[in-house]
């Protein structure tokens, strides 16, 4: 799993950074989503801005867009990758999202082996 890597791993600041591309979406490279209140507006109509935290196709696009970033980015250890998951379960939208979308896939594997009769 790629993430910030060095004393940055470390930091309880958000890190943003733009990933390269056709949209340039700013995203955090910690795992979490820095949530902000703001005025309502057309663009924040419930007066919250979001920066998600960055997805690893967002962290290998900055990666390769911009090879110096490898001194910041990188792969974690596997203590590192735990802790990560933590905190996108706890605290990120898109983690928390594809959890729910995974879930009654594992239920339905789950149901399938349950209900295989076993060969005595």
């Given at each position: ?41 057309p663009k924040y109509p419930n007066g919250i801005k979001r920066i998600a935290a960055a997805t690893q196709e967002q ?40 959890l729910a979308k995974e879930q009654p896939l594992k239920e339905e594997i789950k149901k399938s082996f349950s209900s ?5």
């Amino acid at each position: 799993m790629l993430g910030l890597i060095g004393a940055l791993n470390y930091s309880k600041l958000n890190q943003f950074d733009v990933v390269p591309g056709a949209n340039c979406q700013k995203v955090n490279l910690q795992p979490w989503d820095a949530v902000s209140t703001v005025e309502v507006s057309p663009k924040y109509p419930n007066g919250i801005k979001r920066i998600a935290a960055a997805t690893q196709e967002q962290f290998q696009a900055i990666l390769d867009a911009i090879p110096e970033k490898s001194q910041i980015i990188g792969t974690l250890s596997v203590e590192q990758e735990r802790a990560a998951k933590e905190s996108l379960k706890a605290s990120c939208l898109w983690y928390q999202e594809q959890l729910a979308k995974e879930q009654p896939l594992k239920e339905e594997i789950k149901k399938s082996f349950s209900s295989t009769p076993t060969k005595q």
